[in-house]
């Protein structure tokens, strides 16, 4: 696995829009864990409230948990709670859109230095109003030497929650500019942007992210940034990456995503991953949008 691509993809399987129940979702994990795109893949991702599901009992990876400041700290003191899982990550959003995200952003700093575990913990800041003080607010955490990164939505059901390429941009050049690493999720279900033929609303590539990732770490500005998020023309984008493969991401940690198998079959697709020969044809199939890119990649080479 190249080291650009280790642990970028979390597994939310169990949250919209695939919605898959947990008992499904565990050993489609353990699966995902045990195959040969396994580096590629980071913790399982549930909500808080299901910790006690009995469909984690055995289960033998780490698990990343997500839910409000108030619901983590009741997990944290309860004795079936944090403690009796392998956590890896705590991911709790610290105000709702339009909120001043600096009292959450205090009380989820609070915990984190309560707690003696090595977690890595992610403050969900919405891209509105207080954003820039939140990135302070975090940068000071981690100055101070607390496991605090940033977590930023890139999509949802309705338009205002995806941010503009411009908007991704600056967020993208704050956070290198504070050394902050960051990590996204919703809407990242393909490698390139597009427009969803279902919805009409445009998402995110994850591969124009990593192209713009990689360009602020070299010192872009916002406005190049902006350009290859906007991109849709894969092969620039997965040129970018190839070229960059043996490189440690830059400050992204990465994104959940509802789905592994997309993600996988795309970046396959683009010769950006390949599987070893000794197992044979990937039985990955590239999706939506994207569904070309192998055909288009190997009439190219022809």
């Excluded at 190249?2 to 994990?29: M, N, Y």
Aim: hydrophobic fraction near 45%.
């Amino acid at each position: 696995m190249p080291p650009l691509l280790t642990a970028l993809i979390d597994d939310a399987a169990v949250f919209p829009p695939g919605s898959a129940a947990l008992a499904d979702a565990v050993p489609a994990h353990d699966g995902h864990r045990a195959s040969w795109y396994a580096p590629l893949v980071g913790p399982l991702l549930l909500p808080v409230a299901d910790l006690g599901d009995p469909a984690l009992a055995g289960h033998a990876h780490g698990l990343g948990v997500i839910g409000e400041p108030g619901a983590i700290e009741r997990a944290l003191s309860a004795p079936d709670g944090l403690g009796a899982v392998d956590v890896r990550q705590i991911e709790s959003p610290v105000a709702k859109r339009g909120e001043d995200p600096g009292p959450g952003i205090k009380r989820l700093a609070a915990l984190v230095r309560a707690c003696a575990e090595p977690w890595e913990w992610y403050f969900e800041v919405p891209l509105t109003w207080g954003l820039m003080s939140a990135l302070d607010e975090l940068a000071d955490l981690r100055a101070e030497g607390l496991r605090a990164a940033a977590k930023f939505r890139t999509g949802g059901l309705a338009a205002e929650l995806f941010p503009t390429p411009v908007e991704l941009a600056a967020v993208i050049c704050a956070c290198r500019d504070r050394e902050l690493p960051f990590k996204l999720t919703a809407g990242l279900h393909n490698a390139v942007r597009h427009t969803d033929a279902e919805t009409g609303l445009v998402h995110h590539g994850f591969l124009n992210v990593l192209a713009a990732v990689l360009a602020a770490a070299d010192g872009a500005e916002p406005a190049d940034l902006s350009i290859i998020l906007g991109g849709t023309d894969a092969f620039p984008l997965a040129e970018a990456a190839r070229v960059a493969l043996g490189r440690p991401r830059p400050l992204w940690a990465g994104f959940g995503s509802c789905s592994v198998q997309d993600p996988v079959a795309d970046l396959t697709a683009l010769g950006l991953l390949r599987r070893p020969k000794e197992h044979g044809p990937t039985g990955l199939t590239a999706v939506g949008p994207n569904a070309d890119l192998r055909a288009d990649r190997e009439e190219g080479q022809r």
